[in-house]
């Protein structure tokens, strides 16, 4: 598989573990190996475990403000090896972006903090904090640090004819609290003040994973990350298939309801998916009944509701989530997936009714 490739837009099954299967991963940091300063279950053994069977390791992230040693030694600390080499970040993405649009050298203005300095000085260019400098590019991405007085240093330049480069245009930034400002928020008011649209990098942009393939010299990528909309539309964009994991932001419900351009090709609880086989669905008749089936587990879509076939509706009746195993999860969302395009092909708009659903680790 390349990533000039399109993979299909339901799910996959490998006999092999995908470790194997595939020779370089391309992971995502918070929700799949770490949460926030909390660990996240198998990711480590499994993470370690995947290298050892010599698949290559690109951790790909959204997060522009650490510089690629701050990111190794965050993994350190969750038990999970890597080097420098094999980090990049959406800071990364943009400074190399960045050569494509301006001269080598060319003094760029920082909307952000040692992530995007380093990013930059190490593709050559120069760094500022300052407007007055006269810079030919703004690049901005999230940091604490970024405040009113750097904004509006950005909107100054842009508005000289700076070109202006975002790093990812994520609204939000997970943190143990909830939500906050993500970099795409503080971008929005950077153009709101300067009517300008950004050139931005990151996911979902497919380029990041491109340019982090390149790095990391793989012929079969996968791409593995929580996160629908950012994570596995850019996979899927870059035409390189996806596993999921349940570990950070997007559930089983996002996963089940997913429209066809987030759809992940693999579904696992965590990172023990990296080093196991995945069960093939196949499509089933019984009763003259038709079932999608994955492992021992089948599912079908019934009058706009899911049905397990050992299990029956799949509801709740209190308003609580529905707990079903993990191959009952893949049934469940393969045949979900296919009743979602055919009700699409007809040209209908008919959504599933679905309780919210907890997939109980192996």
């Known amino acids: 598989m390349t990533p ?17 299967e595939y020779d370089v991963a391309l992971l995502d940091l918070d929700g799949v190996c770490f949460a926030g300063e909390a660990r996240v279950p198998h990711a480590a053994d499994n993470v370690n475990a995947a290298r050892a069977a010599g698949m290559r390791l690109s951790f790909v992230t959204n997060n522009a403000s650490r510089a690629p040693q701050t990111v190794v030694d965050k993994l350190a600390a969750n038990d999970i090896i890597a080097e420098t080499t094999e980090i990049f970040s959406a800071a990364m993405d943009a400074a190399a972006m960045l050569t494509e649009h301006i001269e080598p050298g060319s003094t760029v203005l920082v909307v952000g903090g040692d992530g995007v300095r380093q990013a930059l000085l190490d593709e050559g260019f120069q760094v500022t904090g300052s407007a007055q400098d006269g810079p030919v590019a703004v690049v901005q ?11 509006s240093e950005g909107v100054y330049a842009i508005n000289a004819g700076a070109l202006h480069v975002a790093t990812n245009l994520d609204a939000t930034l997970p943190t ?43 012929t079969r990528p996968l791409a593995v990350g929580d996160r629908l909309n950012t994570d596995h539309v850019g996979a899927r ?7 999921h994991v349940l570990t950070g932001v997007s559930d089983a419900r996002d996963v089940i309801t997913a429209a ?6 693999f579904l696992h609880t965590d990172l023990r998916g990296l080093t196991e086989p995945h069960p093939e669905p196949v499509r089933v008749e019984q009763g003259g009944q038709q079932w999608w089936q994955v492992g021992g587990r089948r599912a079908r879509v019934v009058d706009s509701g899911l049905e397990l076939q050992d299990g029956g509706a799949v509801t709740s009746r209190d308003g609580g989530p529905t707990s079903i195993d993990l191959d009952s999860y893949r049934a469940l969302a393969v045949a979900a997936w296919d009743w979602a395009d055919a009700q699409e092909a007809r040209g209908r708009a008919t959504a599933l009714d679905l309780p919210d659903i907890e997939v109980a680790a192996p």
């Open 4 to 20: 000039s490739q399109q993979t299909p837009a339901t799910l996959l099954g490998s006999e092999r573990s995908l470790c194997t």
């Open 141 to 151: 991405g999230w940091d604490p640090a970024v405040d009113w007085a750097l904004l």
């Open 176 to 218: 143990e609290r909830g939500f906050a400002l993500g970099n795409g928020s503080l971008v929005a008011a950077v153009v709101n003040a300067s009517g300008k649209e950004p050139l931005a990098g990151g996911k979902p942009f497919p380029g990041i994973y491109t340019r982090a393939l390149k790095r990391a010299g793989g």
């Open 237 to 243: 964009a870059a035409g390189i298939p996806g596993l």
């Open 260 to 265: 066809a351009t987030e759809r992940p090709s």
